[in-house]
């Protein structure tokens, strides 16, 4: 006889706006969760996620949702400046905790974060969800396997949407500007590939009337295995350009990673040079060409909006089976300790040490 198959884990996901959508998504159909809850200051968009969830209960206010005994493990995707509240209370009242990035707009709010899930013993994982797109997988791989001394990490984003509406206007929501709200990505990202920062030089500039905080930036980060690496950001580009392109040279090869725009990748996500050749890889399902000529011989899933469903397929693995998260509470806190090192760096005008 086999063993029983053990219960579900309850969802409860709280804050139902843009990104829960994509969250949501890993959650249905799982054998492994359900989402029993949702919590919306909002009222009627919580009873309507409710519904497109096919939850059980909807609440208006996100203690409730943590006093609710089916409740196993909670999705925090609320404003910047709620997470690590919501988070911690999530914890002391036993829940497992995901958390979108970024983890919180301080160190010591991770810090607090990390400290009440270790108290309650609860899994602690950080929205990265750049981590589960397969070509940032596949770039690591060939860091590692193929492309001889790694050397130079150059990584930028070219971002056409103005983050001034809503809560993103608020800098205190935010926890600062356009820079902390989507470049974390960005760094998380280059620490992901090259392992531990230790010093870090950025300029950041506003030029643009209708932005709200720093809207070019550029950043030198010092590598410990001694790779430099340049990031260049700006929320000045046209509507709805997102290019979030990066590149890796080392002494055998170079790597390039298109950014999620989805017309940049129908070509080719990914693309790797080594002995002379370049290989394509074409995103799965989208066999693409250049002219006449069919592009690449290996294919690869790069399909952006999946990436938030396999970050949540892997968060109830963890509590599932009980595993370490692929990101911990200590990798969202020190993706802040550079966000901040990069603000620091900027207003010192000077180089300053992580
Ligand atoms: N990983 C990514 O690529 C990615 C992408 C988008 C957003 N995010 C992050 O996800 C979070 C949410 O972003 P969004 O775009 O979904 O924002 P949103 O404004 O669309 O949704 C936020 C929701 O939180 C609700 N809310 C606000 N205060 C609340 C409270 N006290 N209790 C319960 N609900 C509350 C709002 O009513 C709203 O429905 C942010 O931290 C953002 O940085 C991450």
Redesign the pocket.
Known sequence: MGEAPKKKIGIGM???????DLHSVGYRNNDKAKIVAV????AS?AEQKRAVFGADRSYS??SQLLKDETVDAVDI????F??ST?AIAAAEAGKHVLV???MAITVKECEEMISAAKRNRVKLIV?H??IFYPPHQETKRLIEAEIGRPILLLTRLHNGFRQNK??RADPKAVGGGFFL?ACV?RLYLSRYLMGEPSKIFSRMTKIFPDTVAEDIVQVIVDFENGVQGSLIANEGGPFPLWDDRTEVIGSDGLIIVNGFEEQAIAGSPLMFYKNGKWTHYVKRGHPATVGDSPLGNLEIEADFPKT?ANLTRHFVDCVYEDKKPDVTGEDGKRAIEMVQACYESAKLERPVSI
Not at 14 to 20: A, H, M
Request: charged share 15%; hydrophobic share 30%.
């Open positions: 709280i804050g139902t706006g843009n990104i829960s919590a919306d200051i909002n968009v206010d996100y995707c609320v404003p910047n709620l997470h919501i979108e990035k970024p929205g969800n750049q809503g809560w709200e990505h938030y």
